[in-house]
């Protein structure tokens, strides 16, 4: 499939799959069955997967680029592709040259299968770099037990990417990241996923017991992993689910607009001024969303990637604060298009109705969260020097 | 001489949950328990040791990540 051809296909998808269930997704806070299935059908679950393992080949650019178009037509397919394109760069970047991880890529461009990330865990805090749980060796064999607070998509998911310390005696920052497959793992579900947006990615917590090959437990530590890929990775394909959601919003007020224009020509309606502002807003988060992009690209692509600019702590400094500024303006622009519509954008059944995407906007700053990223910058700026 | 005020750094600012003093010059800090949070604070009891500052392109996990690489870069910001 033509790179081109993917972006094409994304949007059919987008508009065919994913706008006319949107609603009801989010009201029955139903997993997106539908766009999920014809995501899997054009194969663009394993779109980053390179050439020559069968996949598309496709760069981050146009992930974050079809995560934008799902997220215009409904955020929680948008976010579910973009969690489950986390575990599969993880795993293309970091596995591709081991012969069991070699051999599921190829598997997953056959059989299409869905990620899920089982990083949260009860009583870390929410914090990504620390685990409880451990690996538990037996021979060939491992078995984990993993008590996870949220798991996006667990009960639909085929596969999950968890994360657990090394071994037994491992320290709680010493992690590991293992595949493990539908056929070796139980889920027990312990709560309930009623929240006030992204109803549909269904991310509820739950018990799981896994076991699996050795092989399965990938050999570059976790940490390695987080700040080069996952974490970057992660910030720039959400990005890319905010925009879409952002613009949804925009265009919204567009419309809108154009249309007062219309029944009265002649005149510039008082809320072309405001939409001139929120279009300021939109382009200001589209464009360092891009630059993030771009510079990560290069970064990635240089022969120093593995221990140069990627694992600086500048680096981790600058990727939050993509995280953080485009997480706050998310939420004032669907604000700000709301306003520009009035009642109607008030309104649930309105064709302006911006009450899912302010609803799915919230969830950006809390998906971990603002004040954690903050007061990790504040600790990192404690020794940075911009010198 | 330098190697051992290194470790005494450690000991107190890096949070490890295994003795220090069992780990070998280049063990992996990360491995052994340090987290990105105790990475700096090592950082800043380190430039106030040696009375020195770390320019932000050493600020990255591998000049941390052990006793050797950690001394290293002392050398080379002391030559």
Redesign the interface.
């Known amino acids: 499939m033509q790179s081109s051809s993917l972006i094409q296909t994304a949007r059919l998808i987008a508009k065919d799959f994913a706008a006319p269930h949107a609603d009801a997704v989010d009201r029955d806070a139903r997993f997106p069955q539908a766009a999920i299935d014809a995501l899997k059908q054009e194969k663009l679950l394993s779109a980053y997967i390179p050439v020559e393992l069968g996949g598309a080949g496709a760069s981050l650019s146009e992930l974050v680029e079809i995560c934008e178009i799902l997220g215009r037509q409904c955020a929680a397919t948008a976010m579910i592709f973009a969690m489950h394109q986390i575990q599969v760069i993880t795993l293309v970047e970091h596995a591709a040259d081991h012969p069991w991880y070699r051999q599921y890529l190829q598997d997953l461009v056959k059989h299409q299968y869905l990620i899920a990330s089982v990083t949260s865990e009860v009583g870390v805090g929410g914090e990504m ?2 685990s409880r749980c451990a690996v538990e060796l037996n021979g060939d064999q491992f078995s984990l037990v993993k008590d996870a607070t949220t798991i996006s998509y667990g009960a639909q998911a085929d596969d999950l990417l968890v994360t657990a310390r ?1 071994h037994a005696d ?5 992690q590991s990241l293992i595949l493990v497959r539908k056929a070796d793992y139980t889920l027990e579900q312990k709560g309930n996923w009623d929240t006030m947006g992204m109803r549909g990615t269904c991310s509820p917590p739950f018990l799981m017991t896994a076991s699996g090959h050795r092989d399965q437990i990938m050999e570059v ?1 976790f ?2 992993m987080s ?1 080069r890929t996952v974490v970057p990775v992660s910030h720039l394909l959400w990005g890319g689910c905010w925009l879409g959601c952002a613009t949804a919003a925009v265009n919204k007020a567009r419309s809108f607009v154009r249309g007062q224009a219309r029944s009265n020509p002649g005149t510039v309606p008082p809320t072309a001024l405001r939409l001139a502002e929120l279009v300021s807003m939109l382009q200001s988060l589209r464009t360092s969303v891009q630059a993030c992009l771009t510079e990560y690209e290069q970064l990635s692509a240089a022969s120093d990637a593995a ?3 990627l ?4 680096y ?1 400094l600058k990727m939050n604060n993509l995280k953080v500024d485009a997480t706050q303006a998310l939420p004032q622009i669907v604000i700000k298009a709301l306003s520009i519509c009035g009642i109607l954008a008030y309104k649930n059944d309105s064709k302006f109705s911006m009450s899912r995407h302010l609803r799915d906007g919230l969830s950006a700053a809390l998906m971990v969260g603002n004040d954690r990223i903050l007061a ?1 910058n504040a ?2 700026l ?6 | 001489m330098s190697k051992e005020k290194i470790r005494q750094v450690l000991k107190e600012q890096g949070k490890f949950s295994t003795d220090i003093d069992s780990l070998s010059d280049d063990a992996d800090l990360y491995e052994a328990g340090m987290t990105s949070h105790a990475s700096v604070n090592v950082m800043l009891a380190l430039e106030d040791a040696f009375d020195l500052e770390f320019p932000d392109r050493m600020l990255k996990r591998s000049v941390f990540e052990s006793i050797n690489a950690i001394h290293a870069a002392i050398e080379e910001l002391s030559a």
């Open positions: 770099r620390r090394r491992a320290a709680n920052s010493d530590p940490g390695d700040a221990t140069g600019p694992s600086s702590i500048a981790s990790t600790n990192l404690l020794v940075l020097k911009d010198d």
